[in-house]
């Protein structure tokens, strides 16, 4: 639900009240699921805020966080992207 509220905030391009959403919501993921999709997706979102803020080095390190979690999912789980 947070996420949801951070990413329309993003989409309308109320990029000040769309971070800290997406930041809460992180948090709240990465505690209850751990490296998961719904992480990944977190990090994405994020990725787009700093890119839209010129926050060029902030995009690329959320852009390179959502890729490796990605990542280890497919190698722990390879059938379930096959």
Known sequence: MI?????????????????????????????????????????????KLYSKQGRYAAATASTVEAVQIRTKLRLSDPGRFS
Do not use: H, M, W
Not at 17 to 45: H, M, W
């Open 3 to 47: 996420q949801a509220l951070g990413s329309t905030y993003l989409e309308e391009g109320n990029l000040q009240s769309a971070e800290p959403n997406l930041l809460k919501a992180l948090q709240i993921y990465r505690t209850s699921f751990g490296d998961s999709e719904v992480v990944a997706s977190c990090f994405d979102k994020l990725s």
